[in-house]
């Protein structure tokens, strides 16, 4: 079975500060694949990221890093400088694969809310 | 550039009443999924299909059927409603392969909203 959780319900911030959100992951897999959307107040999901278990290297996409740490089964996801912008929910996702085909279902986590204030 | 498509947006049902969403995708896509999302419990899977003519179920498929006649089309009927089946619904759809570039990420519909009174 598989299972995403992200302890952090609400997140509130001040422009400009750093935030991490965290999410930790279980799964009997030995390939599978980490996601993370972003559902801003309008309700549609948005796809930021995905990342293989085969390939630990850590990403960084402008301001929006993320660090996968295998060893601890997390996926956390770094906002640097926050904007008012960013106030969204955060859904951490697992899917599990093998080779080129993906494993059919993706399990989310509960998310978190992130609020920036200005 | 129609993605996913789900009608209707906002539906109000009394208890008891059937009705059913309609997903439609466009990507030529091999699995189709219905989510519900409600409040502090993140986005959880109620039937999934990984191609025409099959379905499974997912975590919470009680109360829900599903059909996908054709590739394109993913229909989930609720038969007798329930006011715990107040939620907002999410079709999403993804390729089965990844390679190519490909990112197997869902691409989502943009959620329907139903009340059950």
């Known amino acids: 079975a598989q299972k995403v959780t992200q302890a952090q319900t609400e997140i509130s911030v001040v422009e400009k500060e750093d935030v991490t959100l965290d999410c930790v992951y279980e799964t009997r897999d030995t390939t599978y694949y980490l996601f993370w959307y972003k559902q801003p107040p309008s309700g549609e999901l948005v796809f930021l990221i995905r990342?293989?278990?085969?390939?630990?290297q850590n990403e960084i996409s402008g301001r929006y890093s993320w660090n996968f740490q295998k060893s601890t089964s997390s996926f956390n996801f770094t906002i640097t400088a926050s904007q008012v912008v960013d106030s969204a929910v955060y859904f951490c996702?697992?899917?599990?694969?093998?080779?080129?085909?993906?494993?059919?279902?993706?399990?989310f986590g509960e998310g978190t809310q992130l609020t920036v204030n200005p | 550039n129609a993605g996913v498509t789900q009608t209707p947006k906002f539906r109000v049902l009394k208890t008891g009443q059937s009705m059913t969403l309609l997903c439609a995708q466009d990507?030529?896509?091999?699995?189709m999924y219905w989510y519900r999302q409600d409040p502090g419990m993140g986005l959880r899977l109620i039937h999934y299909s990984v191609g025409e003519g099959t379905t499974a179920k997912g975590e919470v498929p009680d109360g829900y059927n599903v059909s996908r006649l054709k590739k394109q089309n993913f229909l989930l009927g609720l038969e007798s409603a329930a006011p715990s089946q107040t939620s907002v619904y999410f079709c999403?759809?993804?390729?089965?392969?990844?390679?190519?570039?490909?990112?197997?990420?869902?691409?989502f519909g943009e959620g329907s909203r139903l009340t059950v009174l």
């Open positions: 990342r293989n278990s085969f390939d630990e």
């Open positions: 990507m030529n896509h091999e699995y």
């Open positions: 999403a759809s993804s390729t089965r392969r990844l390679a190519g570039g490909l990112t197997g990420e869902l691409f």
């Open positions: 996702a697992l899917r599990g694969g093998r080779g080129e085909t993906s494993g059919s279902r993706l399990t």
